[in-house]
């Protein structure tokens, strides 16, 4: 079962927890669904070298993986302080096709670095929803927001495209924050409404990048 949010905490339902910062869906299978959660420090406030150091303390250090450029979230520095970056790659785990992404925060005046690692077979990531879970898991929105008609398009994309979602997402909702609107359900359904999906999942020319 995918993992969810409600109210404000994560649940994971029949999966296992390793620790406080770890949590798996099937300990025998080596491609199992897993989710991650580390601060690093130490690394110069580095972003690169803490996802790296991350994905090797998580079991990815074999793994090769096509990346994403890391994406540093706008609006981050400029209205909530810090600094916010968004990777995500497809690789081959335990046998199969896998995507990986990747949420790393790093706050005002601090040089450690949290890094969020959410890892699924392809078949399994487009099942939850694909990005709409990774925003859904960090508090952002709920799936139910999103236009129901846009849900498969969203879930299938590539992971270039699922990137620029998260970060287009995030971005309006932070600036309803600023502007001091504590947004319903409803308001939050009618705002991702007025997304231009057909514009922001065209075609996907993003590069990406073997590691």
Known sequence: MRPYQEGDRNHYPDWVRLDEGHVIANTDDPASPKISFDVLSGL???P????SRSLEMNGYGNTRT???PLEQVEIVPQ????????RAGTARIGGRESTVFAVLNQFSGQTDIQIWLY???DDVYRDWGGVMSMLELNGILNQAAIPQGEHARIASAGVAKQVEFY????TLRI???INGIMMTQAQTTLMMGELNY?????EDFTGMIAD
């Open 175 to 177: 600036q309803s924050i």
């Open 119 to 121: 890892s699924a077979p």
């Open 198 to 202: 057909d514009l922001l999942f065209g």
């Open 44 to 46: 110069g406030g580095k």
């Open 167 to 170: 970060e287009q997402a995030y």
């Open 79 to 86: 209205r909530v302080g810090g600094d916010m970056y968004l």
């Open 66 to 68: 096509s990346w994403t």
């Open 48 to 51: 690169e070298q803490a996802l």
